[in-house]
C-alpha cells in the first residue's frame, strides 16, 4: 500500500512537471487569463480617466455658474462611465461632489475638487515615473484593489494602539464603521476600517479610551493609514494617548499632504487643547477650526469646563470633527 501510495505520487508528480495531466496547462492558461484581465482593465482605465481630462477642462472652460442646476445630474452620467471603466474608487469621488454645493463658498470647494480630481488623472497617466509608495496611492484612489492577503503579508508594526475614535457612515445599504488609533511608541496613526449591512451589528472593536496591545499590517502608499489588526494579545491599561499640541498640527498635516495630496480624513491627538465655539486652541493663540457639520461642541464644552484637555479628532480640510475626549481623571468620553 505505502508503495502504491509513493508511486502515484511519483507519478503525480511527473505528469504535473510534463503537462500530460493538463495540471501545468490549466496553470498557464489560468495566468495567462489573469495577464490579459489586467491589460484590459488597464487599459479602461486609462481611457475612462482620459475622459475625465477632457471632461473637467470642458467644465472649467465654459465656467461652473450652473453647477448647482446641472452637476448633479451630469456627475451622476460622469459617475456611471467610470464605473464602467472600471475606476470605482474616481467615481465615488465624482458622486461626492454634491456635498459641496449646501456650502456659502460652493464655487471655490468645486474648483478644489476638480483640480484633484484632475491631479490624480494626471498622476496614473504618469505612474511610471511616480516613487512606488506613490505609485500605490494613485492606483488605489483610481479604485484598484488590494487584497487582505497581501496586506497581511507584510511586515506588521506592533505598539499599545489607542482607540481614539469611531465613525459610522451609511453608504449604499451598507455601514462603514472607521475606528481611528494611534500608536503610544511608534506614533504612528492607524484606520480599520470594517463594513456590514445597514441593520446588522458591526463588527466588534474595543471602544475609544480603550488600549490595545496589537501587531497592524497597513495598507501600502505615501502615507499609510488604512490598516488590518494582523494579531491582537488583549487590552492594556495606559490612559491617555500622548498628544499633538495645536500648534505643530498644521505642519503635521502639510506633511500629510505633500506625500498624499487626496488625504481628506486624518486623525489628530490634540493634547492642552481648549475647546471653544467653534474651535480648539492653545494658551498662546494658536487655533484650530471645527468642521461645519460639527455645530457647538457643548459635551466637548461641559466636559472641559474652560481647562486644557486632550481631544481625538478627524481633521478634514474643511475643519475638526471631534471623536472623544479625556477628562481631568483620565476618562474617555465620546462625542
Do not use: C
Amino acid at each position: 500500500m505505502t508503495k502504491r501510495w509513493g508511486q502515484a505520487a511519483i507519478r503525480g508528480t511527473g505528469d504535473a512537471g510534463t503537462g500530460r495531466d493538463g495540471t501545468g496547462a490549466d496553470a498557464a492558461g489560468r495566468a495567462a487569463d489573469r495577464r490579459t484581465h489586467a491589460e484590459r482593465r488597464e487599459s479602461r482605465v486609462a481611457a475612462g480617466l482620459s475622459e475625465l481630462e477632457r471632461w473637467l477642462a470642458d467644465q472649467v472652460g465654459h465656467g461652473i455658474a450652473q453647477a448647482r442646476q446641472t452637476g448633479p445630474s451630469d456627475w451622476d452620467d460622469l459617475a456611471r462611465r467610470l464605473v464602467d471603466a472600471q475606476a470605482p474608487g474616481v467615481a465615488g469621488t465624482v458622486t461626492r461632489l454634491s456635498r459641496v454645493l449646501g456650502a456659502e463658498d460652493w464655487p471655490g470647494l468645486l474648483l478644489g475638487e476638480y483640480a484633484l480630481l484632475h491631479l490624480l488623472a494626471v498622476a496614473h497617466r504618469r505612474s511610471a515615473a511616480l516613487p512606488e509608495p506613490l505609485r500605490q496611492t494613485v492606483r488605489a484612489r483610481v479604485g484598484f484593489p488590494v487584497t487582505r492577503e497581501s496586506v497581511l503579508a507584510t511586515p506588521a508594526v506592533r505598539d499599545h494602539w489607542h482607540v481614539v475614535g469611531d465613525r459610522d457612515e451609511e453608504q449604499e445599504r451598507l455601514v462603514a464603521r472607521r475606528v481611528w488609533l494611534a500608536g503610544r511608541t511608534t506614533g504612528r496613526r492607524a484606520m480599520v476600517l470594517s463594513f456590514s449591512p445597514a441593520g446588522q451589528p458591526a463588527e466588534p472593536f474595543p471602544p475609544p479610551g480603550a488600549t490595545i496591545d496589537a501587531d497592524l499590517a497597513f495598507y501600502p502608499g505615501a502615507s499609510p493609514l488604512r490598516a488590518l489588526v494582523a494579531g491582537q494579545r488583549g487590552p492594556v491599561d495606559a490612559g491617555p494617548p500622548p498628544g499633538t499640541a495645536v500648534s505643530e498640527a498644521p505642519a503635521l498635516i502639510a506633511e500629510v499632504l505633500a506625500a498624499d495630496p487626496w488625504t481628506d480624513s486624518w486623525p489628530l491627538v490634540l493634547a492642552g487643547a481648549v475647546p471653544g465655539m467653534d474651535g480648539v486652541a492653545d494658551g498662546e493663540g494658536n487655533a484650530l477650526p471645527l468642521h461645519p457639520a460639527a455645530g457647538v461642541p457643548w459635551r466637548l464644552l461641559a466636559v472641559s469646563g474652560g481647562r486644557p484637555v486632550t481631544v481625538a479628532a478627524e481633521w478634514t480640510p474643511r475643519g475638526l470633527l471631534p471623536l472623544t475626549v479625556w477628562d481631568e481623571r483620565g476618562g474617555a468620553v465620546r462625542l
